[in-house]
């Protein structure tokens, strides 16, 4: 079995399995390369040959534990036919869906196709993979995927979507639904095709009370770990409540996620303490500024890490995506740091 797999069925690995969010991007010249030739972004996600490619550049260079399917969350509004757009330098633009009739135009039919190209990159890095090296499938969670299709663009508090759920809380939970059913559908296909576990970003989670974090964030996500348990029972789910703060703990009990992501604000205590006694593997926690800067910053904050997780079910793992700035010689010293003091 792979090591990145123990912590999430129940055992502790020593040293601690690695992986990164947006281990495969533009910080890689090997990354940047391929992307000139290959047209659009989500052109990239669909073409299976190129994002197998992209997602096996991170594995050669540094032999991470995990790999993650070269993808992106918004695959699923652009699958439903809500066009996405990257646009250089901007990031995502979509054609906001701002009220309930809006949902008219989603069309599940259209999803076989696209969903289809994704399940191909996956089944090609079944075979292309190291054995060993386990292959992670995702998608967005219900609510951070909603932020995008009803604000057409990434926002710094999420406010249309918000809004919209405020002001019409059945149209809303309407969208919610159709993303649980969708997201399904997917994760499910992604394990078929080869994934041996899932995460689910949910990089908006923090911007909610908590009356709201229950209904959009846990209900959802909730929805999703049970219908993959009666599908997928041996394949662990992964959780990213992003900003969530203590609701973590909550999110893990009332969830069932199998591991939890923490963000670079969550408390190391926390981790080793609270969230490890729920029963789940803890991943994180590393700043990826931290791998920008490296030095001894870096290696002070691997170190605290590794301390405070030491005999617990933990993969190391940053608190939110590598930035493109990052020198690509900082991470594979923060690999060698994890696998020689992670002892
Ligand atoms: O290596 C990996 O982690 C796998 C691939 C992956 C990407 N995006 C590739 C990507 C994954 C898992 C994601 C998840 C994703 N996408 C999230 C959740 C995690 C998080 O970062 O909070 C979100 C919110 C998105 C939506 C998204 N995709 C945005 C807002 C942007 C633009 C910002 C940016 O960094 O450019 C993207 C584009 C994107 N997704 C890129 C990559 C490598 C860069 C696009 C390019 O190469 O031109």
Known sequence: MSRFLSPLLGKCETPPPIWLMR???RYLPEYRELR????????LCYSPEMAAEVTLQPIRRYGFDASILFSDILVVPDALGQEVR???GEGPRLDPITEAAGLKKLDRSATTEKFGRVCETVARLKQDL??????????GAPWTVATYMVGGRGSPDQAAARLFAYKDPVGFQRLMDILVSVSIDYLSQQVQAGADALQIFDSWAGSLPESEFDRWVIAPTAKIRQALAKQHPDIPVIGFPRGAGMTTLKFVQQ???DGVSCDTAMPLAFMSDQLSAAGVAVQ???????LVSGGKALDHAVDAILDAMRGKRFIFNLGHGIVPQTPPEHVARLVERVRQNGV
């Open 130 to 139: 190291p054995k060993g090296t386990a292959l992670i499938g995702f998608c």
């Open 86 to 88: 990257f646009v250089e």
């Open 36 to 43: 000139k030739t290959a047209g659009s972004f989500l052109n």
């Open 284 to 290: 994180g926690n590393l700043d990826p500024l931290l």
């Open 23 to 25: 281990q495969a991007g």
């Open 255 to 257: 969830t069932g996620v």
